[in-house]
Every structure is written in C-alpha cells, then in structure tokens.
C-alpha cells in the first residue's frame, strides 16, 4: 500500500497556528472525556456501597455523566478537524488499516452514552449498577480504539505489512507503547473523575452533611493522588517504550519539552499531595480545586507532548510544518466569532443546567 500523497489543497492557515489550536482542542475534550470515562468507574464504586451518602453521590453522578459526555463528544469535533488538516495523509492511512476498530468507536461510545442516559432515568438502584458498568466497558474500549488508531498512525513504516496481512480493518496497534499509553489514558481519566468525586464530596458538606461529604471527599481526592502517581508510572513507561529518537527531544533533547515534562511531574506531584491532604482541611474544597487547577495544567502540557511525540514518530514520513499554506484570514475571523458566540450559549446552557440539576 503506498502513502497517499498530501492534499494539493494548501493549508487554511500557518502549521504552527494549526498546531497550536489542536493542542487548545484536545485539551478541551480531553477534560469532559476523562471526566465521562474516569466517572463510570467512581459511579460503579458507589453503587456498590450501601451508606446513604455514597447513594446520594451515586444518584448525583448518575445525573451529571450524560452531560459529561455531551460535552466530550462536542468538543471532539473540533480536536478531530484540525488533527485531519494538520496530519492528513498519515491519519487517513492509518484509518484505512484499522478501520473497523476505527468506524465503530463512535457507536460504541453511543452505547455508553446511552447507559448513562438510560441509567439517569432508571430508579432501581441494581440497574444503573449494570448501566454503569456497560459504560465504564463501552468507554474503555472507545478509548482503545482511539488510542489504536493514533498509535498505528505514528508507525508508518508497518502498515503496508499490516494491510497485506488483512485487509479486513480489524487492526489493532500493539506493543509496549500502546499498552503504556492506553494504560496512561484511563488511569488519568480516573484520577480527573476521583476529583470531581471529591467537589461532590465538598458539596455534601456545604449542604450539611459532614460526616458523609467528608467520606466522600476522602474517597475521591486521595483515589485521586494514588491514581494519579499510578498514572505518571504508566507515562514514564510509555516514554521508555518509544524509540529512542522519539523519546529524545522530551528526555532533554529539546528544552521546551524537557521543561514541559519537569512541570508535568511536578504538578502531578503537587495536585496528589494536595489532594490527599484535603479530607483534613476545614474547606476540603479550597484543596480540591487547587488540586483540580493543577491537574489541568498537567493535561494542557501532556497535550502539548502529545503533539511532540507526533512531529517526531513522523519525521522522515510526513512533515506537518513543511506543508504549503495560504491563511485565509476572514475565514477565520468567522471561526472566531462563532466559537465566541458558540462558547457564550454553552456557558448559558452549563449555568442553566446547574441552577436545575442538584449540585
């Protein structure tokens, strides 16, 4: 199978530009995505309890996950667009070799969505345990798929051997890279969904209920600082599993990625010490959106590696940077407007529906 060759169309704007935006994109999806994910497994935690606070946290979850989830599949869009502009060639070839994986990661992740919804209406209890658990397993496995095709998209150099051995699309990428890296995927996801485990937890006790709120905040701020170590584990194994080449310019190679991995650390560090001190503090929820701010730091930096480690698992196949472009300036004064005004009318909607919902 030959590469296909880049789009004669030029790009609509500077690569770097391009580049950047879909650092901002993935990292906005990435925090409703992880939240969606990481909280079915918290949701499953509850349900399995039998304290009438983890039975209000379980019902409160349950109502809020369905809207986790939109927010994660509306803000994907956005992340795929300029991943598509940016990386055409490679992505749509390593789409071609994985695409039954690929092409059914969107409805299996509208299974889980489904469960999330269906587990919101549902009063029995039983039942949106097994909702729950169908959406940590549709969620999990969205994320392998992802994780598959973004994994066999670095690898160019094995997907003609890869389609001749079937052409069926039911490739999967493999190996220590992408096990590390899916591992990495939902261990953070957890721990983002540990956190927001533990603001519910601080809710709890605004309303009055101590002892219960307290538990609940212990439950997810320190579920979050144990995950969260575990995470950078998984992340220090995906680095050692990459080609060296690969892994050079973040080991030191380059400084801005090297300073970019140090901060990472050091934040992760800071946010699950923070986090795990916040059961003992008069205001748990001071120490947890410290926690939370810091977390999101680590994510917008892991989205920039991530970025990284594209450009230079690609060099020598593709060179995003090197692409013709000629920006169209008013086109993007549009975009600009309308994400504005797109991004004013969420934030009605999200206040609405915080006024509405129990918090």
């Known amino acids: ?19 950047a935006l879909l650092v901002g994109a993935f990292f906005l999806h990435a925090l409703p995505l992880s939240i969606a994910l990481g909280g ?20 409160r979850m349950a109502r809020w996950l369905p809207w986790w989830t939109a927010a994660a599949v509306a803000t994907g869009g956005g992340a795929l667009v300029f991943l598509e502009a940016l990386y055409g060639p490679p992505f749509f070839r390593a789409s071609v070799v994985g695409a039954v994986p690929w092409v059914a990661a969107p409805a299996i992740a509208l299974v889980g969505y489904a469960a ?16 729950a658990m169908v959406a940590l397993v549709a969620f999990a496995a969205t994320a392998a798929a992802f994780s598959s095709q973004s994994a066999l998209m670095l690898r160019p150099e094995e997907l003609p051997a890869l389609y001749r051995v079937g052409r069926s699309g039911w490739h999967l990428a ?6 590390a890296r899916a591992l990495h995927v939902v261990l953070g996801a957890v721990a983002l969904g540990g956190l927001w485990v533990s603001w519910l937890g601080g809710r709890a ?12 905040v212990s439950l997810g701020a320190r579920g979050f600082a144990l995950v969260a170590l575990l995470g950078g584990v ?7 599993a990459l080609p060296i080449p690969v892994a050079r310019p973040i080991l030191g190679g380059a400084p801005l990625p090297a300073a970019a991995l140090a901060a990472s650390a050091l934040a992760t560090l800071a946010a699950a010490a923070l986090a795990w001190s916040a059961p003992r503090r008069r205001d748990p929820l001071r120490a947890v959106r410290g926690a939370a701010a810091l977390a999101a730091l680590v994510l917008l930096l892991m989205a920039f590696l991530r970025q990284v480690v594209r450009g230079e698992a690609l060099r020598g196949a593709f060179d995003a940077s090197a692409q013709r472009s000629v920006p169209e300036w008013g086109a993007a004064a549009l975009l600009a407007a309308v994400l504005l005004a797109g991004a004013l009318a969420v934030a009605w909607m999200a206040r609405a529906a915080i006024r509405g919902r129990p918090r």
């Open 1 to 19: 199978m030959s590469a296909p060759a880049p789009d004669s169309l030029p790009l609509p704007g500077p690569p770097g530009l391009l580049g």
């Open 40 to 59: 079915a497994f918290w949701t499953v935690l509850a349900a399995r309890r039998a304290e009438p606070a983890y039975r209000d946290l379980e019902r």
């Open 116 to 131: 999330y919804y269906l587990g919101d209406a549902i009063p029995a209890r039983g039942a949106r345990l097994a909702l």
């Open 174 to 179: 493999s190996g220590a890279a992408y096990w």
């Open 205 to 216: 006790i605004a309303r009055g209920d101590d002892v219960g709120g307290r538990a609940i």
């Open 234 to 240: 998984a992340g220090a194994w995906f680095l050692s």
